[in-house]
C-alpha cells in the first residue's frame, strides 16, 4: 500500500462487504441471464499499489479476457473485470452452453457474453457499494479485450497512474454444480478518489 492511501481496519472490513455484496447480487443475475443456478464465492479485497498490477493475475503473459468500463459519479475511475482464458472459457460454458479451449474460439457470441458478464459485475459491485457507503457510481458499456495479463492491465490502468497509486482488487468465483470460474473485479479511482472512497466507507450508509 502507498502513502497516498492510509486504509484502516474498519475501511478494510466495508470494502469486504461490498465484496460480498456484490458477488451475491452478481451471482443471482448471472443466475436470471443463464436460467441456472450459480454460485457466487467471494474469496476477499485488498489494496494495492498500481505497480503490482502487471502481475495482479499471476504470470504476466497468459492470456486473459477483461471487460473494461468507465465509471462516473462518486466513484470515477475504471471497472475491470479480468478472467484468465479458460476460466473466461467455463463461465461463457455455464451461460451459454458452449465452451471452447483457444482464442480462434472466442467468436461474437462468446465476446458478447463476457460483455454482459462484465455489465452484471459491474453493477452488483457499484450497487453494492452505494448501498454501504452511499457512493452512487454509473458504468459504460464495457469494452472486451484478449491479451497477455500484463498488456491489457498495463494499457488500461497506466493513464490512471499519475492521478493515484492505489488500486482495489476484489477476488470472486462463479460457478455452478460441475464448473467454477476465477476472476478479478479491479476497480480503479481517479483523482484522489481513492482516499475519499475509503473515507466514505468508514462511515457506512446503513448499520
Request: glycine residues 10%; contains cysteine.
Given at each position: 500500500?502507498t ?7 474498519n ?7 461490498v465484496g ?7 451471482a ?17 479485497v485488498?489494496?494495492?499499489?498500481i505497480?503490482?498490477?502487471?502481475v ?12 473494461v ?10 471497472f ?9 472459457f467455463?463461465?461463457?460454458?455455464i ?7 483457444t ?20 453493477s452488483?459491485?457499484l450497487?453494492?457499494?452505494?448501498e454501504?457507503s ?10 472486451v479485450?484478449?491479451d497477455?495479463?500484463a498488456?491489457?492491465l498495463?494499457?488500461?490502468l ?8 492505489d488500486?482495489?482488487?476484489i477476488?470472486?468465483?462463479f460457478g455452478?454444480?460441475s464448473?467454477?470460474?476465477w ?5 480503479v479511482?481517479?483523482?484522489?478518489a ?12 446503513h448499520?
Open positions: 500500500m502513502k497516498n492511501a492510509v486504509v484502516q481496519e475501511s478494510l472490513d466495508l470494502l469486504e462487504r460480498q455484496s456484490g458477488t451475491d447480487k452478481a443471482e443475475s448471472l443466475s436470471a441471464l443463464s436460467g441456472k443456478s450459480i454460485g457466487g464465492f467471494f474469496v476477499h485488498t489494496v494495492l499499489p505497480e503490482n498490477v502487471p495482479l493475475m499471476g504470470d504476466p503473459e497468459q492470456t486473459v479476457v477483461a471487460a468500463l468507465e465509471a462516473t459519479g462518486d466513484f470515477s475511475g475504471c475491470m473485470v479480468v478472467f484468465p482464458l479458460q476460466d473466461a467455463r463461465l461463457i460454458g451461460l451459454t452452453g458452449t465452451e471452447g479451449k482464442i480462434e474460439d472466442l467468436g461474437e457470441m462468446e465476446l458478447s457474453a463476457i460483455s454482459e458478464v462484465g455489465n452484471i459485475l459491474a452488483a459491485y450497487t453494492a457499494l452505494d454501504i452511499g457512493i452512487l457510481s454509473q458504468h459504460s458499456p464495457p469494452t479485450v484478449v497477455m495479463a498488456g491489457i498495463t494499457s488500461a497506466l493513464p490512471l497512474h499519475e492521478a493515484g497509486s488500486i482495489i482488487s477476488e470472486a468465483r455452478d454444480s464448473r467454477e470460474s476472476g478479478r473485479m479491479i476497480l479511482p481517479n483523482v484522489e481513492l482516499p475519499r472512497l475509503l473515507k466514505a466507507v468508514g462511515k457506512p450508509k448499520g
